[in-house]
Structure formats: C-alpha cells, structure tokens
C-alpha cells in the first residue's frame, strides 16, 4: 500500500493505490485511486445502512457524502450498495470490501499510536 499526500480545502487526503490488492493480481492496466475519506465514509454508510445517519456521524451533509460513495464506486468499477428507500444494503462487493476497508482504518489507527507513542530521535515528546 502506498501513501501519498495532497493539499486540499479539507486538509491532507490520503490516497491508497490498491494496484496490490485490486488491481495487482488480475493485470489490470489502471490502479484504482481511493481516498482515506471514502474509505471512512463507505465504513460509516456500510455499518449504519443509511447516508442521512451516517453524515450525521460522520458530521459532514449528505449530498457530498453521497458523491463520494457514488466515487468510490465509480473508481472500483462496481456498486457496493443497493439503494432503496430506507437505505442502503451492502451488495455481495459491498461486503468484502468492507472487510478489507475495516482493516485499512485499523492500520491507520495503529500507525498512529505507535508514531505518538514513539518520539522521533533527538524530539522532545509535546
């Protein structure tokens, strides 16, 4: 997985190319590119079945929201959601990469704690 940055309106988006693990084993000439965002996005959507309750979590409005679900999907190239009038149900794509997409936060929190818990050589801790 590879980390880049770039400056926005919102702060720093990490970006994650999944070539490795999308893309990397069928071939495919073009690496799908999905920010840290939609990734956080698509977990609170995925886990409250509904974009109104997940903004509201998430304290964003729902229509960016759904654009970037709508982006995510778009990147990979298949829905991950069936959209129906109480909400949304993760489609069988849906749910495996929710697996993966609850790992990669996981990692991020981890690497966070072990950056703040380890002081850089000669960095006084704040």
Do not use: K
Request: hydrophobic residues 45%; glycine residues 8%; aromatic residues 6%.
């Amino acid at each position: 997985m590879v980390l880049s940055c770039r400056g926005g309106t919102e702060g720093v988006q990490y970006r994650f190319d999944l070539a490795t693990t999308l893309a990397g084993a069928r071939g495919a000439e073009h690496a799908p590119s999905v920010s840290f965002a939609q990734i956080r996005y698509f977990v609170a959507v995925a886990e409250e079945g509904n974009v109104g309750r997940a903004a509201q979590r998430l304290h964003v409005a729902q229509p960016p929201l759904s654009r970037q679900i709508r982006a995510l999907e778009d990147e990979l190239g298949t829905a991950l959601f069936v959209r129906t009038p109480r909400g949304m149900t993760l489609l069988p794509s849906g749910e495996r990469f929710l697996d993966h997409a609850r790992a990669i936060l996981a990692a991020i929190d981890s690497a966070v704690v072990a950056v703040r818990t380890q002081p850089a050589a000669g960095m006084q801790p704040r």
